[in-house]
């Protein structure tokens, strides 16, 4: 980035929020009993819990909500949404949900049965919460480097092949169900995860016949990390890195 710096975009609209004090603030933490998931939106100045639906929507986008088409089935909005998952996924099937945290309980209500084990790079909370829900254990086989600050490993939501395997070897075959990539990680940060983890991994599941599943809500930002970070790369697009992504690590 070339500084200093502007914006290349203007903002067509402001919410007005308030601003709270100290004393209010920890207040509210203590009558929520420190879970940020009870605490009203109002009461939050700056939101450091997620990013989904925090921030301002483009033109473009609110520009859609007036063109869509709200059909009960067969809309052309969920025709121009299919054909842009596989023209960037090459992914022919698609189950359009309202969240990716809904996607995700319809996913493991089908998958994940209790008693089951579901190892993975620092499972995200409402991935925990699902799995544990059906009285499963999510294993956590994040390399160790991602839980060291000074240690500046570009790859830091990789998966320790060591780990996995020895979940792989101390649980039977029928309860595991798959293993779980987040890209990005993130509970480890939003770290990315590197194409030769994701190949390396998706080459020992195979060993043990197991599925390789992504919660892919960051697919984008880890192929720009994958673009940025890695050698001979660097000219790739982002477009590029995603479909190399998706063609060679399938479940």
């Known amino acids: 980035m070339n500084l200093p710096y502007a914006e290349p975009f203007r903002i067509k609209m402001v919410e007005e929020i308030y601003q709270s004090t100290k004393e209010e603030r920890e207040q509210w933490l203590k009558e929520a009993n420190y879970n940020l998931f009870n605490l009203k939106s109002s009461q939050v100045y700056i939101d450091l819990l997620t990013d989904s639906g925090t921030g301002a929507m483009s033109d473009k986008q609110w520009a859609a909500l007036m063109t869509g088409d709200e ?6 909005s969920f025709e121009q949404l299919q054909n842009t998952v596989e023209r960037i ?3 022919k099937y698609l189950l359009p949900t309202h969240q990716g945290r809904a996607a995700e309980n319809v996913l493991f209500s089908v998958l994940v049965k209790e008693g089951d084990v579901v190892p993975g790079n620092s ?4 991935t925990k919460g699902h799995i544990e829900f059906r009285k499963a254990h999510a294993i956590d086989c994040t390399i160790d480097e991602a839980f060291d600050i000074n240690d500046l490993h570009p790859f830091k939501g990789n998966i320790n092949l060591e780990k996995l395997e020895e979940v792989y070897k101390s649980h039977p075959k029928e309860n595991i169900p798959f293993c779980l990539i987040t890209i990005t990680c993130n509970s480890s940060g939003g770290q990315p995860v590197s194409l030769e983890n994701m190949k390396a991994v998706k080459a020992l599941s195979d060993q043990y016949g197991i599925p390789v599943f992504f919660d892919s809500a960051r697919f984008a930002e880890n192929a720009y990390f994958i673009k940025k970070g890695r050698k001979g790369r660097k000219t790739e697009t982002s477009k590029r890195s995603v479909k190399r992504f998706s063609h060679t690590v399938t479940v």
């Open 89 to 91: 996924t090459g992914f």
């Open 123 to 126: 499972h995200f909370d409402t």
């Open 71 to 76: 059909s009960y089935a067969g809309s052309r």
